[in-house]
């Protein structure tokens, strides 16, 4: 091979990997939000340190790969530091586990900052130190030196855009996240491995691959599942565009329950031998709205989980719609919990849903907590009224809401000052201990209507069956509402200004810290 020709086909590999290069920094940075989702939750701060880390990563490694170059700048050095890139990449799906927990004592938003520093920071720092060793290795050989640097910039970011568009849209879906990993380090070192093979380096591209081999994924041995007193069994896993996904079940010895876990937090459970929800909540969002209407001919429910509500009211003859933006969950819902409805399961996102809909209904159950934090536009004073408007006179809004009514309040004081912007009467009622003031911390249902009305007795409203380990708790939270006082400082929250993930951001480490004790850490790790 004559040096021209050598020189062309190096150039053309040097633009190749700038391409590649770019879609692995942001592969990373997207399925960064899979790693440490489950500990952390998928919120704004989560998401602020993922950009934060990429960032500082990214100019660290401009900086150092410029040094370096200028240094050396040698080609063997730039494909070195792609490897050493795959290298830690492949170490991520192995390292999550016991630095996520080390970082757990830093709270939500320093853990998550630190967590992401140090799995995803070396590998970004390395691939930000590419570009500037592609731009001194093409100086060399090229005279429009404008011409080629931007050209190396531009390819970076057009595979920046596929590496988005590829993780969002594929990859999360069809591989999995750790399989993601795996599939982006192999890529790195092998794009580093023909490098060295084609320079007759055959003993470093040999090394490389088989590398690639030891550390492949069927090496990989999952985190153990136990929890205290129970076995886990994992009874489905699978990653979709809008969480990770697992059914499990615990088996305590004298009953076996079935949970449904996205992002880590319990989205429902059934006792398997009674067919009963052993969650509490699902029973004021059944009863109680039928109390207040109990006239009604069609309900609606955002957010289908496990399938119970919309399940119960369908089977008292009320026409029940579901909505849920995840197609995943309504066969998940049929396949392992046993959800039948009467009306339509429709795939969407609630709000285009009411928007693009013509439907009244007599009763709308919004539960469309997807993490530990509902979608901000579901909790505004425009999604209140654009619900109001699908409620026929009489109607009644349920929300499902994980809040406080004790020292945290601010926000959950806020919902409820928004909906009486709304609606002329608003109920809260606590599904935990009221009189655990200090922490005060659980799920709330939220009853929202216009008018005053009186409630029917409980022993009116048809298919009263509650389990019996949860019996006595749900009947005594039915007694009656929560007189939750509306601080001097609750926000009337709307699409403009919606400051959930912030001011609510020491309740949500409340509720990460519960999910961290009462679930098996390998069912956030695997």
Known sequence: MT?????????????????????????????????IGPFFGVSLFVWTSLISVTMIALALGYWFGGVLADRRGQSVDLYALIAAAGICVLLIPWLKAPVLEACL??????????????LFGPALLLLGSVSPYLVKIAARAVDNIGRTVGGLYALSTIGSVA??????????????????????????????AAYF????????????????????????????????????REVF????????????????GDAVDRQLLIDGLHQGGQDLQRRLTVNRYPYLMQYIPYRLQPNGRDCLVVGLGAGFIPGWYSARGIRTDVVDIDPLIPQLARDYFGFTTNGDVIEADARHFLLTSARMYDYIVLDAYNGDLMPYHLLSREMFSLIAQHLRPGGVLGVNFIGSIGAQRRMT???????????ESVDVYPVFDVTDLEGGVGNLE?????????????????GIDIHPRVNAQVRSFLRSSYPLPVDADALVLTDDYNPMDFFDAGLRETVRGWLLQSTARGLLTR
């Open 413 to 423: 004081s806020s919902v409820v000052r928004t909906l009486r912007s709304v609606f």
């Open 163 to 192: 590496g988005t568009a590829l993780t969002g849209f594929f990859m999360i879906a069809y591989l999995g996240v750790n399989q993601a990993f795996y599939a982006v380090g192999f890529t790195l070192l092998l794009l580093a």
């Open 105 to 118: 004592p830093l709270g939500l938003r320093t853990g998550a900052f630190a967590s992401s520093m140090i």
């Open 3 to 35: 040096e021209a020709r050598r020189s062309k086909l190096l150039f053309a590999y040097l633009l190749f990997s700038a391409l590649v290069c770019g879609a692995a920094v942001m592969v990373i940075e997207v399925l960064g939000s899979r790693v």
């Open 237 to 252: 896993s699978g990653d979709t565009f809008y969480g990770s996904v697992k059914v499990v079940d615990v088996d305590y």
């Open 197 to 232: 093979a084609a320079l007759r380096r055959l003993v470093i591209a040999g090394a490389a691959l088989v590398l690639c081999l030891v550390l492949a994924p069927q090496w990989i041995v999952p985190p153990a599942l136990s929890m205290p007193d129970a076995q886990v």
């Open 446 to 462: 939220i009853f929202a209507y216009n008018g005053k009305r009186n409630m029917l007795p409980l022993g009116e409203v048809p």
